[in-house]
């Protein structure tokens, strides 16, 4: 069964912090890998996409690696800001490109 | 403004109504897919149409009865509920079958008495 497991499941942190989110997924054979954020009552906004080729993407202060071969991808946050507060999802699709598989997510508070 | 409207936001029914969810999107893609996000569960893909064409059905019960009448316009219909059926559902839109990200709608969240 494929799956994804995202470390820790929530986190508070205080304002200015430097901060890493975990994902780590079973599937060996994965097309991309994509970190999501979720704002409470809301969807899902794509934050940054991983092409299996590759290994990073940064956007801003975010910065998402990926390592295939162990199976994982991490999110950094860099100077992390109290509007950073949310859930993050991470999920990745396999072979057949529009199939996401989803971890339960991380989530983040960051306090003033 | 994500592009993807869903509506209601907000629905509450009992187990022997019937309503529709409808998802519509202004961004010119051509797949669009139902997820369900229950709590302390993974978001999990129900349907995917591409073109029109329902490509994807994830074992989802029949009285989840989904209808793609164009590529702008999706609907979810639902009869006879479960209590375990209460969830957030999204719906999402891509420029076609395969190619990411997946754009998302901010979801209806319903409640089954």
């Known amino acids: 069964k494929q799956e994804v497991t995202q470390i820790p499941a929530a986190l508070s942190v205080p304002e200015g912090e430097n901060l890493v989110l975990n994902c780590s997924f079973t599937?060996?054979?994965?097309?991309?890998l994509q970190w999501f954020r979720q704002d409470p009552g809301k969807g899902l906004t794509s934050l940054l996409l991983i092409q299996s080729s590759q290994r990073e993407q940064t956007s801003g202060r975010l910065n998402a690696s990926l390592d295939k071969s162990s199976g994982r991808s991490t999110l950094y946050i860099a100077a992390s800001q109290p509007g950073d507060s949310a859930t993050y999802l991470c999920a990745y699709s396999g072979g057949s490109n529009y199939k996401l598989t989803f971890g339960k997510g991380t989530l983040l508070t960051v306090n003033p | 403004e994500t592009g993807v409207t869903q509506t209601p936001r907000h629905l509450v029914m009992g187990m022997t109504n019937k309503k529709s969810l409808k998802c519509e999107q202004h961004?010119?893609?051509?797949?669009m897919y139902w997820y369900k996000q229950s709590a302390k569960k993974p978001l999990e893909l129900m349907f995917v149409y591409n073109f029109k064409e329902q490509t994807e059905n994830n074992s989802v019960p029949s009285r989840f009865s989904p209808e793609c009448p164009n590529s702008s316009h999706l609907f979810l219909h639902l009869h006879t509920l479960q209590p375990e059926d209460s969830a957030l559902y999204l719906c999402?839109?891509?420029?076609?079958?395969?190619?990411?990200?997946?754009?998302f709608g901010d979801g209806t969240r319903l409640s089954i008495l």
């Open positions: 999402a839109s891509s420029p076609q079958r395969g190619v990411q990200p997946q754009h």
């Open positions: 961004l010119g893609h051509n797949a």
């Open positions: 599937d060996s054979a994965i097309y991309n």
